[in-house]
């Protein structure tokens, strides 16, 4: 459901600004940010019973690290990936008369899933890479975070995971601009995925040949923050 609720926020921020008829239309990059970034702490707080799993890059920074029992990573992986595609279908069924009246619908994959605003998959990769390895390594050295159970403690009891929010927030603001900030396989895969099936009519590809970055790229950043996690003092 914390996953679910991510992309059924996080896409429907898009919408509200890319579809000519609705209210936030041209609302901008900074609109698009603070809803991402709340997306991410109405996920996390619903999620918080089963570890506050949204994230396969997180997951697998956590396992990485030492912190996530193998055993349970399956099920968030899976979790996760299925929540993501149903929050981007229920993002569609809310925003459905105003994709119905959009007019350049071969436009709308942005609305679900990210793209590079130049492509270059190297370095687009790279931008993935080192976006997702800030917000996992500020994760993994969190106090509370090496407890074995894969639930970390932000450390203050006021913030909570509203803390993850301003992380979000600040990494949209700063390292989103290249590639749009996916820092999560899931967020991206997940919409994709949905905007490859859903009744778009006159929607474009779903662009499959990019979208192994969004993927690939915050999996190894994930890696590289467990593994400096280890030697790090957190």
């Not at 949204?54 to 030492?66: H, K, Q, R, S």
């Not at 949905?194 to 993927?215: E, F, M, N, R, T």
Request: hydrophobic fraction near 50%; charge should be negative; charged fraction near 10%.
């Amino acid at each position: 459901m914390g996953t679910a609720a991510l992309t059924l926020l996080g896409c429907g921020v898009v919408a509200n600004t890319v579809l000519r008829k609705s209210l936030g239309f041209q609302g901008g990059w900074l609109l698009v940010n603070m809803g991402w970034g709340i997306a991410v702490f109405v996920g996390a707080s619903i999620a918080a019973p089963t570890g506050a799993h949204l994230n396969p890059a997180v997951t697998i920074g956590l396992l990485t690290a030492g912190d996530l029992d193998l055993a349970k990573v399956p099920a968030y992986l899976l979790g996760e990936l299925v929540g993501a595609f149903l929050g981007a279908v229920l993002c569609w069924a809310t925003y459905k008369l105003q994709f119905d009246d959009h007019d350049q619908p071969e436009g709308t994959l942005g609305i679900f899933a990210t793209g590079p605003t130049v492509r270059n998959l190297p370095w687009n990769l790279l931008t993935e890479v080192i976006g997702t390895f800030v917000l996992v390594l500020w994760i993994l050295l969190s106090p509370g975070a090496k407890s074995g159970e894969g639930v970390p403690d932000f450390g203050n009891a006021a913030l909570g995971y509203a803390a993850v929010m301003f992380v979000v927030i600040g990494l949209g603001n700063s390292l989103g601009g290249p590639t749009g900030y996916a820092i999560n396989p899931a967020r991206d895969l997940g919409p994709r995925l949905a905007y490859a099936i859903l009744p778009i009519k006159d929607k474009g590809g779903a662009d499959w040949g990019y979208s192994w970055v969004p993927v690939v790229g915050p999996l190894v950043g994930a890696v590289l923050a467990g593994l400096l996690s280890q030697i790090l003092p957190s």
